[in-house]
Nanobody, 126 residues
Framework: QVQLVESGGTLVQAGGSLRLSCAAS????????MGWYRQAPGKQRELVAR?????????????DYADAVKDRFTISTEYTKNTVYLQMNSLKFEDTAVYYC??????????????WGQGTQVTVSS
């Protein structure tokens, strides 16, 4: 089993910045992917940003962002610490949502599973 623990969500004014963190722990061999999703009231959960680890000398990894957050949010990872961050700048009211950490984990058993964190609330006041 693997646990994801998020932190950093809070109330912030529009135009402000916030940094979310998520640490994975448990029976981990290697993490293949970590990312952030969000869900606003009455809406479906959506991808915010994700980072795919390289994992080999021939692949450096990649990152993806939702169009709504490009140039404002930055995802970064420390795979040696099984940790992912989301730096959010120029926050807008519409960024208000519960933010969920997501990980694709190769477990110590070599099984591949996906995991979700419990969510952290980000509220942007206009």
């Amino acid at each position: 089993q693997v646990q994801l623990v998020e932190s950093g969500g809070t109330l912030v004014q529009a135009g402000g910045s916030l940094r979310l963190s998520c640490a994975a722990s448990g029976s981990i061999f290697r993490i293949a992917e970590m990312g952030w999703y969000r869900q606003a009231p009455g809406k479906q959960r959506e991808l915010v940003a994700r980072s795919v680890s390289g994992g080999s000398t021939n692949y450096a990894g990649s990152t993806d962002y939702a169009d709504a957050v490009k140039d404002r949010f930055t995802i970064s990872t420390e795979y040696t610490k099984n940790t992912v961050y989301l730096q959010m700048n120029s926050l807008k009211f519409e960024d208000t949502a519960v933010y969920y950490c997501h990980a694709v984990v190769i477990e110590a058993t070599r099984n591949l599973n996906t995991y979700w964190g419990q969510g952290t609330q980000v509220t942007v006041s206009s």
